[in-house]
């Protein structure tokens, strides 16, 4: 059983940075953790993956370059840190656990989900 708690949410112009933080506790450690989004009307999307042992992380082309995910074991946090931020990636992030981890990037394979923290991009 994991725990997540997504932070760090909020409103930024076009080009800015934000850092959304995701507070976990849990059971069993999770073999990987990843950050999705989803904006009203549109599906859930990856934006990044991360394995918990050897940290290795994967990023969809969409963020490649200006999101970069990291993790903290020690204060049990995962983070986002977001740059350049566009319009488009105004969405609910979420953050997602998994202890088998079957597929990286597919929001199936993830069983434990924060409840969102909204970023919004303004141009």
């Known amino acids: 059983h994991v725990q997540l708690v997504e932070s760090g949410g909020g409103s930024v112009q076009a080009g800015g940075s934000l850092r959304l933080s995701c507070t976990f506790s849990y059971t069993y450690n999770p073999y990987c953790m990843a950050w999705f989004r989803q904006a009203p009307g549109k599906e859930r999307e990856h934006v990044g993956s991360i394995y918990v042992g050897n940290e290795n992380t994967w990023y969809p082309d969409a963020v490649k370059g200006r999101f970069t995910i990291s993790l903290d074991n020690a204060k049990n946090k995962l983070y986002l840190q977001m740059n350049s931020l566009k319009p488009e990636d105004t969405a609910m992030y979420y953050c997602?656990?998994?202890?088998?981890?079957?597929?990286?990037?597919?929001?199936?394979?993830?069983?434990?989900w924060g409840q969102g923290t909204q970023v919004t991009v303004s141009s």
């Open positions: 997602a656990a998994d202890l088998v981890c079957s597929d990286f990037v597919k929001d199936d394979s993830y069983t434990y």
